[in-house]
């Protein structure tokens, strides 16, 4: 945050109100500068009031979701679904369902059966990265979704007659992983590592039943502690578990062969093998994600550092009204980016809306990162009207903190990603907000 000690002193009892998501700790000195932008300083002090209003506002929110959760499992929760909804919408910054969840489950149309019936060839036999990610940019449909994503990840190879084996193989190594470090390494050298994820996972998307379910629960210890076991320089971070559920959704869909929606869910309609090949899926398909983003997980985060200053510096140019409005009302760009860019989206957006997402972000491959940023920059922009209709600080906080998307659909996202790469191709050639001096 570009701060100093008389515009901190101004902000303070009005950036006290409002929370930093997941801000990086840093040792005790008065500022934390981010690595290679000397010009671009954080405010110790103000961050850690700020993080400090996150526990207290995450402990008021979660803790009466989590308890409005506890009997889940009953199969017949469904019945309280609409309440549910409603009670969810009230927690600001988690993944938001979909007021009707059977809405948009199928696209029967033309376009769509054209669709379907253009991967079904394409998967039929041997393919290339580059016809599938082309064909998966702009959406992938359901029922071939979660064989899509494990090629799209690196997790099965393209080679058609190769794919069984190595699912099979890769299925098998990680029950094995399991055995070989939870079931040892949890409750020794890495128990604090196990003892962090055991108090995030319960509430991890509270209002969200299939996620109170206890051996849901489970299924996302073992995938979290078993990644940070073996990426010890990124280690657990909060904020990874909103980038395993994604995964976790698909892949447990194709399980119940999309009769039913995860949020109408009960994980005690698999068998015990179908939990095990949708929990290792879930992990080596995060795993492959995970990799192409880890500077945004180990110590003091600087990926994500970085993209906050880009971010502001690419606003700058593509929109300075905007810009300008947020710098007079001293709003900071960390103070709403830094959610957006660490869990992707994932606390701002229904979670079929994130799914929708994921398509086009798996298809970019190994410009994902990249592309990412100018996803927030048009999020951002979607939303400049009402951003410059607030007049003052509190009212533009409470509105990015609160964005009201829980009535968006796929065509929202379809609309989101074209305006990224209009953008992107408007200024990718030309990138001075990417080289911070």
């Not at 005790?28 to 526990?55: E, G, T, W």
């Not at 190769?162 to 099979?168: A, E, F, P, S, V």
């Not at 076991?229 to 904020?239: D, E, L, N, T």
């Not at 795993?287 to 990926?303: C, H, M, R, V």
Request: proline share 4%; charged share 20%.
């Amino acid at each position: 945050m570009l701060t100093t000690n008389k515009s901190e002193k101004r902000l303070s009892s009005t950036v006290s109100l409002f929370k930093f998501s997941e801000l990086w700790t840093t040792n005790k000195n008065q500022y934390c500068f981010v690595p290679s932008f000397s010009h671009s300083c954080i405010s110790k002090s103000l961050s850690d009031m700020a993080a400090r209003k996150v526990l207290e506002n995450h402990k008021t929110f979660t803790s009466k979701a989590v308890a409005d959760n506890m009997n889940s499992e009953n199969p017949k929760f469904a019945n309280s679904k609409n309440k549910k909804v409603k009670a969810f919408h009230k927690i600001p910054g988690r993944p938001q369902l979909l007021n009707n969840p059977w809405n948009g489950l199928f696209h029967n149309d033309e376009s769509s059966e054209n669709k379907l019936e253009k991967f079904e060839r394409l998967l039929s036999g041997d393919l290339t990265s580059t016809e599938l990610c082309q064909l998966s940019w702009s959406g992938i449909p359901m029922k071939v979704r979660a064989t899509v994503w494990r090629l799209l990840s690196g997790y099965i190879p393209l080679q058609k007659e190769k794919r069984q084996y190595t699912l099979n193989k890769k299925r098998q190594d990680y029950l094995k992983m399991v055995k070989e470090y939870y079931h040892t390494d949890s409750n020794e050298s890495n128990h604090s590592t196990y003892h962090q994820i055991h108090i995030d996972v319960p509430r991890m998307n509270p209002s969200i039943p299939l996620f109170q379910q206890n051996i849901v629960q489970e299924m996302f210890e073992r995938i979290l502690f078993i990644w940070a076991i073996r990426h010890p320089a990124a280690g657990y971070v909060q904020g990874i578990n909103d980038l395993v559920t994604p995964f976790f959704i698909v892949f447990l869909e194709e399980a119940v062969c999309f009769n039913v929606p995860f949020e109408l869910l009960t994980i005690n309609v698999l068998t015990q093998e179908q939990r095990d090949k949708v929990e290792a899926d879930t992990f080596w398909c995060a795993w492959k994600f995970l990799e192409s983003i880890q500077d945004n997980y180990i110590t003091a985060q600087p990926g994500i550092q970085q993209k906050v200053v880009q971010l502001k510096k690419l606003i700058e140019r593509i929109d300075d009204t905007l810009h300008q409005h947020l710098v007079e009302h001293n709003v900071d760009y960390l103070q709403f980016s830094f959610r957006w860019l660490n869990n992707l989206l994932t606390r701002e957006l229904p979670l079929r809306c994130i799914i929708r997402l994921w398509d086009t972000y798996l298809a970019e491959n190994e410009t994902f990162s990249l592309f990412q940023l100018y996803v927030c920059a048009a999020f951002l922009l979607h939303w400049r009207e009402k951003l410059l209709l607030e007049t003052d600080f509190q009212g533009l906080m409470l509105f990015l903190q609160n964005l009201p998307t829980h009535n968006w659909t796929n065509t929202h996202i379809s609309l989101l990603v074209a305006e990224a790469y209009r953008l992107k191709v408007m200024f990718a050639d030309s990138p001075n907000h990417l080289k911070c001096k």
